[in-house]
């Protein structure tokens, strides 16, 4: 039971994450709906205790302009940067959520599993980093192991290969996994190439098809992401950890703890 509530406490982490990325890419509009039922409050207020009519007099042309930028979205296209940086923290919280996952799993497949693959790795530990972790390596086991064999969790590739090598956990590369790798590229892009669509680019993602996000892409071009697009690459990222998360608590459920 302690395993699946570590791993469900992860994977409720990375929901949670998801859904603060959504919450600012979109809090033009909770700002709009706000200003607006305030507004109407107002112009009601204004119509019941003054008896005024006039729109001019009243909160009604103010109340008609917000509710036009709310309903054409005029005020979308100047977040070009936030959206993008939204498409970058769901990057990251993605490669750190099954970062834990990994983690987590492998440290209790170290302590509980004699016939695991982990227990045959070898890693060199100094005798000041044993010190430094009071000659005590517990609940670190899996940090080490990340560290000292080099894993990276930064793209779907060393991703799929780290469970499949250690837990036998195959993910099928289906549009949602498409989409977390054309994700991941671009997150890359934008950090290090100013978000311009490169020979790079255009390589990472050539493969990654099916997939549900700008299936065209010209070269030399700007990455723009929109809440729509980040909103589809966010539930792929979702499906694809619930899926692992529960695949992780049926191997670790074979364990004798």
Excluded: W
């Excluded at 834990?100 to 497949?109: D, G, P, Q, R």
């Excluded at 693959?117 to 100094?126: A, D, H, Q, T």
């Excluded at 049926?250 to 364990?255: A, H, R, T, Y």
Aim: net charge positive; glycine share 4%.
């Amino acid at each position: 039971m302690a395993i699946e509530k570590n791993i469900h406490t992860i994977v409720g982490a990375f929901k949670n994450n998801l859904k603060s990325v959504d919450e600012l890419v979109n809090f033009d509009r909770e700002v709009l709906e706000f200003a607006i039922t305030s507004i109407s409050t107002l112009k009601e207020k204004l119509k019941k205790h003054h008896r005024l009519e006039n729109p001019h007099l009243t909160a009604q042309n103010t109340l008609s302009l917000l509710k036009n930028v709310k309903k054409n979205d005029s005020l979308r296209p100047r977040y070009k940067t936030i959206f993008n940086q939204g498409l970058v923290l769901l990057v990251s919280y993605f490669g750190s959520t099954v970062s834990e996952l990994f983690k987590h799993s492998a440290s209790i497949v170290l302590k509980s599993d004699e016939n695991s693959r982990l227990l045959k790795e070898e890693i060199k530990l100094s005798l000041q980093e044993l010190r430094d972790m009071n000659f005590d390596l517990g609940e670190s086991i899996g940090d080490i192991l990340v560290l000292k064999k080099d894993m990276s969790f930064q793209d779907m590739k060393s991703i799929s290969r780290c469970f499949k090598s250690y837990f036998d956990i195959d993910a099928e590369k289906d549009s949602d996994v498409n989409n977390i790798i054309f994700g991941q590229a671009c997150r890359h892009s934008i950090v290090h190439a100013g978000g311009i669509v490169d020979d790079r680019l255009m390589h990472q993602v050539s493969s990654a098809f099916p997939r549900d996000v700008k299936n065209s892409l010209p070269e030399g071009a700007t990455l723009a992401f929109n809440p729509k697009e980040l909103k589809i690459i966010s539930e792929s990222m979702m499906k694809y950890v619930e899926s692992l998360g529960t695949k992780l608590g049926v191997s670790l459920k074979s364990i004798p703890i």
